[in-house]
């Protein structure tokens, strides 16, 4: 997309610029679906520059024509969301160019897809059960909007073309198209907070939406958690996660006039989803919710590591559901036993405290499903902890050397020479 040096975007009042970014700010797709970016207007570079802006809170113009829509929404509404987020946060005086509504006669209806679970919920919903082409999915969007890592680094584009491949055979299955999309927005915000990219990455999803708007007119953002477990748990996302803390009445925000951007699956909770994919051969064939498959060092396939949060947030369900057999072919079912009590455990003690626990815990007793007591968590965990602390100050009295020789010995590993 034809994007404007990052020091024509975004001046500062007194004239100076910010330091150590990139110097032009880009979206890309293929060359033969260039016809879908609207580079007539500067829309899709508007949230990015205002979370950058009011973080080190000077004032904000951009270079070009924007939806009217969407700024009057931002200066008006969406700055007060931002600083309800973050402390770190301040509202700024943004001005542009001029007003301009995108060209183009869009028709297009997309979604991001991931095969994730609320991905493939909403894929389920909008393209598989919907049947009024006003609101039926006829197209799908890979984003790569530095999940994976930095867009320029080798190992990252492999990361990101792997899992495009995999998500593509998917998407064939499906019957409908996938779109490669590319950007460096997360460059810009990375240098804000480390980790940001879980934290307000998201705003570079809803932008790379509206730098489509040409061809796209509705665009579905997939959301984790239920309009109650929101309402619940929403503030302890405060400054962590913005998607959970804000998206469902945050995202209606972000339209133009040719535009709209819906937030999907916040009907239903985490397990529903899961409950609802149980049966779909498509899920049961490419469901990858695992959070360790964008990490460096890992092999970008389909299969998930079936030990981190999210694999176990969705194993659990299933397992209630008797239906972990019909996952076999993208979970390691007989590690997730191995670790099973464990996760219980944690469901347990955070039931109550965490919307997902919270929700798991509910519907595992639901389907009768054998939960420890929450006084068997609880010593669980006081057990844990004194056992590392007896192992700090083992490690303390007789040193690292000593220690870990033991510790293999005991281990049954083979000694290592000096």
Known sequence: MAGQSWLQILRTQGGGVLP??????????????????????????????LYIAMYYKQDLHI?????????????????????GFSPDLSRVNVSVDGFKIADGNPSVIGTGFSCGVDSLSTVYDRYVKEDDPDYR?????????GWHGDVHEEESIRLCMEHYSTNKKAADELGLPLYLVRTNFHAFIYE????????????????????????????????????EQILIFGYHFKGKDFSEYSESYSVPLIQTEKINLVIDGCQYERSQKVE??????????YLTPCAMKSFKGREAHADNC????????????LEALGKLKNFSRVFDVGKYRKLARKYKFDVVFNNGRDGFSTDNYKFCVAHGLKMPSYFTAWMYFLSAKLVRAVKIFVRKITGDRFYDAVKKKLKGDPPVKP
């Open 192 to 227: 804000i907070y480390y980790g940001v990219v879980g934290k307000m990455g998201y705003l570079a999803n809803y932008s790379c939406a509206l730098g489509l708007q040409r061809a796209v007119k509705k665009y579905y953002i997939s959301n984790a958690l239920s309009y």
């Open 20 to 49: 150590n970014f990139e110097p032009v700010i880009w979206l890309s797709v293929e060359d033969e679906h260039a016809d879908m970016l609207s580079d007539d207007v500067y829309d899709a570079f508007v949230l990015i520059p």
């Open 63 to 83: 270079h070009g024509s924007v939806s009217k829509k969407l700024y009057k929404n931002v200066v008006d509404y969406f700055q007060y969301i931002l600083c």
């Open 276 to 285: 609802k994919l149980a049966d779909w051969e498509i899920a049961q064939k």
């Open 137 to 145: 999915i006829n197209a799908l969007f890979f984003l790569d909007t």
């Open 306 to 317: 079936s030990e981190c949060v999210k694999c176990l947030r969705t194993l659990l369900p």
